[in-house]
């Protein structure tokens, strides 16, 4: 892990925040749904990148792998909370995808004082960030659908699992079964 945090990889991470933040701004004036998915579009390209090019580069620092799990929660966050307010999206679905970023938040930030060991996100968590995505789509583009009904259930499923799923390897990391990379 080494390399300076103005790598390509960190600022494409941190491209999300303002990516994001464009599609909420746009999302919430409702008359610009189309500009406002792009945005959001752009901003989940950069996730995918970023990943990609720290892999590719050799640019995997700490900051990105502390950093580019809380920018995805700031970012779903917000436009979750849009979702809420101006386009019907049940409150305790939203609040159960936040409860869940907030302890993961939390439990990373005690394996990371506690162990000194920065776990990647897993696939359970890119699983249901994906579909909280297509969620929200569905969610503004087809209100009532039976999709949207399905994604929304699909959502909760894939929150419990994720929970579920960090959870053990949170466990793991505090009870010393995962060893910090030398």
């Not at 390509?8 to 500009?35: C, H, K, M, Q």
């Not at 949207?148 to 894939?158: E, I, M």
Request: charged fraction near 15%; hydrophobic fraction near 60%.
């Amino acid at each position: 892990m080494t390399g300076s945090r103005w790598n390509l990889a960190n600022i494409l991470t941190l491209s999300r925040l303002p990516l994001a933040a464009a599609g909420a701004y746009f999302l919430w004036r409702r008359d610009y749904v189309g500009v406002a998915i792009g945005f959001m579009a752009a901003a989940a390209l950069t996730d995918v990148l970023d990943g990609i090019a720290a892999r590719a580069l050799g640019q995997v620092t700490d900051f990105g792998k502390k950093f580019d799990p809380v920018v995805d929660k700031i970012a779903i966050a917000g436009v979750g909370l849009i979702l809420v307010i101006k386009y019907g999206v049940p409150w305790w679905i939203f609040a159960a995808a936040v409860a869940r970023d907030v302890a993961i938040v939390v439990s990373a930030w005690l394996v990371i004082s506690r162990r000194n060991l920065v776990l990647p996100a897993n696939f359970w968590g890119k699983a249901a960030a994906s579909v909280m995505v297509l969620y929200g789509i569905s969610a503004v583009v087809a209100a009532g659908s039976w999709v949207t009904a399905v994604l929304l259930w699909t959502v909760l499923a894939s929150v419990i699992i994720s929970s579920a799923s960090y959870g053990y390897e949170f466990y793991r990391a505090l009870s010393g079964e995962r060893r910090p990379r030398v």
